[in-house]
C-alpha cells in the first residue's frame, strides 16, 4: 500500500466536500468565530445545509463547535485554515 501525501489527502477532501464548505471556512477566517445564523448569512449558505457542512468540517477537525448559552459557535482550526490554504494554491 502506497501511502498519500497531505496535500493529496486534503484536496481528496476538497474533492468530495459541499462546494458550501469553502465558503463556510472562508467565512471563519475573515470574520472569525460566529454562530450559526451569522455564518450562514455571512457564507452565503442555507441554513439547513449549514447544518450538514458544519458537521462534515467538525469530523474532519477542519472546524470546531462550541456552545455560549443556546448558541452554537463556530470557529475554523488550525488544521482548518491549513485545509484552505493548501486547496486554494491547489486550484
Known sequence: MTGIS???YFQKVSERLPSE???V????????SMNKEE???TAK????VLDHVVMQLYALGLVDVSTEGKSKICSVT????DF????KKAS
Open 78 to 81: 488550525k488544521l482548518g485554515g
Open 25 to 32: 471556512l472562508i467565512a471563519l477566517m475573515e470574520q472569525g
Open 39 to 41: 455564518l450562514s448569512l
Open 45 to 48: 449558505v442555507k441554513r439547513a
Open 84 to 87: 484552505l490554504t493548501l486547496i
Open 6 to 8: 497531505l496535500v493529496e
Open 21 to 23: 464548505a469553502e465558503r
